[in-house]
């Protein structure tokens, strides 16, 4: 219980309070020690003196001593200068050891004062009723320590609510959350601790759906070559030779998807950013697929070996499925933001598809034959526009054709080199 962060908020509270009450104590006693105090205690000598006065015999001075105590409600001894006892209210009380002008007995707890004409009068405070000042002292704790039991538990409960639901998240719940409130450091620390757990899930999401597809891809290639390997005697040489490197070709080609996609979904992939001229880019890339390039040159800052990989991932996909025309690949610069759009003639794709085609190993369209997709191309293409603040989207303007428009955020201060 005495880690518990309420308690020690709590537990700090009451000691500032009580340090607090012994400074003011403190500081009350040192700024009275002056000239007040003695004032007050030549008055009160004076007063006594003439209520009580020396040349009036015992048997006079009782009922005066009498009506003093009953005023004061305490018990009253006199003592004449030769410290000899005169009268008391009630059995005598004993002149204290040590004897000043006044002050207490701490032995007896009775409070002694020397009167102007050389007289002691000695006042016991002890009676059978509790001390009202430490009753009020004691009431005025209690009071504040239950006003400040509830603030420190509020105070604190948010952060447990925080606890049990990372605990949750720790124990393989990947949908817990914590609840926001306020806008204090507490629900600062709930926002990031939301953000990151809804990231990990996606991430641990992708890495399944990842591991789903490709357990299912490598089936394909594998049984193929197993059968290659069988059917050896029956076929050629280089016939089978042939078959192996393909299917090897196409493993290659997916364990690289593999490894690019959990790059990009753990952010490993990030490097320095360089200047890149998209046109350019993609007439460098577009040549190997016979791609027509137009558009105006077209700066961003980016990672030159992703861009790259996005447009080949787009020129293949355009290519596989491309009927008469060659692909075509605009550039161009609008609203701040870099465009690439990237066509085909072949079979357009179903509106009802169009949402899932940049999910992993899904794949929406046939195109001629064996096309070779593993369906991880748009998904990558995606991974890599929003690591470069942008995105991408499949736009259909024609009957026949698709076409697969990038978008990439530009710096506004940065210009075309010269």
Not at 118 to 143: K, T
Request: net charge neutral; proline share 4%.
């Amino acid at each position: 219980m005495r880690h518990k962060l309420y308690l020690q908020i709590y537990f700090a509270f009451l000691g500032g309070l009580i340090l607090f009450a012994l400074l003011a104590g403190l500081a009350w006693k040192t700024l009275s020690e002056g000239n007040e105090p003695a004032r007050f205690k030549a008055g009160l000598s004076l007063l006594v003196s003439q209520s009580l006065p020396i040349n009036e015999s015992p048997e006079l001075l009782q009922p005066r001593l009498q009506e003093l105590a009953k005023t004061f409600e305490v018990t009253l001894s006199l003592y004449n200068r030769d410290n000899k006892h005169v009268a008391s209210t009630g059995s005598p009380l004993p002149l204290p050891k040590s004897r000043h002008n006044w002050g207490h007995d701490h032995d007896r707890e009775n409070f002694s004062l020397r009167l102007d004409d050389g007289r002691w009068l000695v006042v016991s405070h002890q009676s059978g009723n509790f001390p009202m000042p430490l009753i009020i002292i004691i009431l005025l704790f209690a009071v504040l320590g239950m006003a400040a039991y509830p603030i420190a538990k509020r105070l604190t409960c948010r952060l447990e609510q925080l606890q049990t639901q990372v605990d949750a998240f720790g124990q393989g719940n990947l949908k817990a959350r914590a609840a926001i409130t306020g806008k204090d450091e507490i629900a600062t620390l709930a926002k990031r601790f939301n953000h990151t757990a809804e990231r990990i899930e996606k991430l641990i999401e992708a890495q399944k759906h990842i591991l789903s597809g490709a357990s299912h891809e490598l089936r394909s290639p594998l049984t193929r070559m197993r059968m290659a390997i069988e059917l050896m005697q029956n076929d050629s040489i280089d016939s089978t030779k042939a078959k192996l490197e393909t299917d090897i070709a196409e493993l290659d080609d997916l364990v690289d998807e593999l490894l690019m996609a959990s790059k990009l979904d753990a952010g490993s992939s990030e490097k320095q950013l360089e200047q890149i001229d998209l046109l350019a880019l993609a007439a460098e890339v577009g040549i190997n697929y016979r791609a027509e390039i137009s558009g105006v040159p077209t700066f961003v800052m980016g990672d030159e070996l992703m861009l790259r990989r996005l447009l080949r991932n787009l020129l293949e996909n355009g290519s596989r499925y491309a009927v008469n025309a060659p692909v075509s690949v605009t550039v161009e610069s609008r609203d701040n933001s870099a465009l690439i759009r990237v066509c085909d003639d072949g079979p357009g794709i179903d509106e009802m598809e169009q949402k899932r085609i940049f999910e992993p190993f899904y794949q929406a369209r046939t195109g001629k034959g064996n096309h070779g997709s593993i369906g991880l191309g748009l998904s990558l293409v995606r991974k890599i526009a929003c690591q470069h603040h942008g995105g991408v989207r499949y736009v259909s303007e024609h009957q026949d054709g698709a076409c697969f428009e990038v978008s990439l955020r530009q710096d506004q201060n940065m210009a075309a080199p010269k």
